[in-house]
Nanobody, 119 residues
Framework: QVRLVESGGGLAQAGGSLRLSCAAS????????MGWYRQAPGNERELVAS???????NYADSVKGRFTISGDNGENTLYLQMNSLKPEDTAVYYC?????????????WGQGTQVTVSS
């Protein structure tokens, strides 16, 4: 069973930085992809950034140049470095991991961590 635990959320001022962590049960390299999603009140959950096990990254246009996703196989942890934060970045941030087993995809989610950015 895959367990994902997010941490690092909190309150930040506009222009500030936060780093989110997602601790996985086992090596992050076994996942085909991992990603960060966010959901603000009244909005659908949206992709923020993703990374494949070969290191290819993808970012939402709204965070390009400000956020960086990375993985540490030694620590079994996925990170999201968030710089130049804006009030519109306020949301619950979720970590997701996708396993591919026998050509079937299995998605696992963490419980989420709240990020609040004040203006």
């Amino acid at each position: 069973q895959v367990r994902l635990v997010e941490s690092g959320g909190g309150l930040a001022q506009a222009g500030g930085s936060l780093r989110l962590s997602c601790a996985a049960s086992g090596s992050v390299s076994r996942f085909a992809t991992m990603g960060w999603y966010r959901q603000a009140p009244g909005n659908e959950r949206e992709l923020v950034a993703s990374i494949t096990n070969s290191g290819t990254t993808n970012y939402a246009d709204s965070v390009k140049g400000r956020f960086t996703i990375s993985g540490d196989n030694g620590e079994n942890t996925l990170y999201l470095q968030m710089n130049s934060l804006k009030p519109e970045d306020t949301a619950v941030y979720y970590c997701k991991a996708r396993l591919i087993i026998m050509v079937k995809a299995y998605d696992y989610w963490g419980q989420g961590t709240q990020v609040t950015v004040s203006s």
